[in-house]
């Protein structure tokens, strides 16, 4: 399974991206989903994660109400919508797929996800 992150850049404090992440394979409906971002010198942190279904979904407290999380099954696809960002969210972005997505409901923790991207740099100047 292959995970490829884009949709990076950089931007004004303010701005907008939009992440896209596209899974290889046929599974892709059976996976829960997330992003994870590291900036330099810290730990990767959970910023947001979807249910197979999508019907759940979580957030992290730094980013809720100006992040989006939303998949489509049918083009293997999870995106994420990033709004009024600011010089903190800084960072690597990564996505990641957890194949327990029928046993579990959505993970905060790195290590319960499967396969990753290979991370997409988000820049936001001030």
């Known amino acids: 399974v292959q995970l490829q992150a884009s949709g990076g850049g950089l931007v004004q404090a303010g701005g907008s991206l939009r992440l896209s992440c596209s899974v290889s394979?046929?599974?892709?409906?059976?996976?829960?989903m997330g992003w994870f971002r590291q900036a330099p010198g810290k730990e990767r942190e959970f910023v947001t994660g979807?249910?197979?279904?999508?019907?759940?979904?979580y957030y992290a407290d730094s980013v809720k109400g100006r992040f989006t999380i939303s998949r489509d099954n049918a083009k293997n696809t999870v995106y994420l919508q990033m709004n009024s960002l600011n010089p903190e969210d800084t960072a690597v972005y990564y996505c990641?797929?957890?194949?327990?997505?029928?046993?579990?409901?959505?993970?905060?923790?790195?290590?319960?996800?499967?396969?990753w991207g290979q991370g997409t740099q988000v820049t936001v100047s001030s």
């Open positions: 979807l249910s197979r279904t999508g019907g759940s979904t």
């Open positions: 990641a797929a957890d194949r327990a997505g029928y046993l579990r409901s959505v993970s905060r923790y790195p290590n319960e996800y499967d396969y």
């Open positions: 394979g046929s599974a892709f409906s059976t996976y829960n």
